[in-house]
């Protein structure tokens, strides 16, 4: 008869999502994980697999949780402008260590393939959120139909990425708020 799982797995693959979201998926080993989690190595690979296959759990566990909550901002009824903004300006506050999926598409993705589609995928969701939110912001008349839906999403995805990135690297706060407005400008034209 097998033991009974001693731990809670969704609150140990947070704890994992946090470290690998912190440290990045080369420079958490293995013992940063255990301990993190408050597991052994047996339970560890019963539950989650090896530490690549934890990891794409944790990125998983990642989109479900912070994906969620950033995306569904776009869905909130009222005016669409001002619920981008406030997007652009939650990612120029957003934490220094950057996003989860953002990291891994710079660290991982370009040698993974597995990891590029996932990232891929959850690109394309925001692509398609923000695509959703645009278009009601057409219907609603804050924006003009000069341009497509989609290449004004596409142009979000880029500016968003881009926040987080330079967030990440320690641009002052004054300049991603620039970025942002000119950005927000930019949708209008």
């Not at 953002?102 to 925001?126: C, F, I, K, M």
């Amino acid at each position: 008869m097998p033991r009974p799982k001693e731990f809670d797995p969704e609150d140990a693959l947070h704890c994992a999502m946090e470290v690998f979201w912190d440290k990045g998926y080369e420079a958490a080993s293995v013992r940063d994980l255990l301990d993190a989690m408050g597991i052994n190595r047996g339970s560890m690979y019963a539950c989650f697999g090896d530490k690549r296959e934890l990891f794409l759990q944790s990125v998983r566990h990642y989109l479900e949780q912070m994906g969620a909550a950033f995306l569904g901002r776009l869905d909130e009824p009222g005016p669409v402008l001002p619920q981008l903004a406030g997007l652009l300006t939650h990612v120029a506050e957003g934490p220094r260590h950057g996003c989860l999926l953002t990291n891994t598409a710079v660290e991982l993705a370009p040698h993974d393939d597995e990891v590029s589609a996932a990232v891929g995928e959850a690109l394309a969701g925001l692509e398609q959120a923000l695509a959703r939110a645009l278009q009601r912001a057409v219907e609603q008349g804050e924006l003009a139909d000069a341009a497509s839906s989609g290449r004004r999403a596409r142009f979000l995805v880029t500016v968003v990425q881009g926040l987080v990135v330079l967030r990440k690297a320690g641009t002052e706060r004054a300049v991603l708020d620039d970025a942002a407005f000119v950005a927000m400008e930019a949708l209008q034209r």
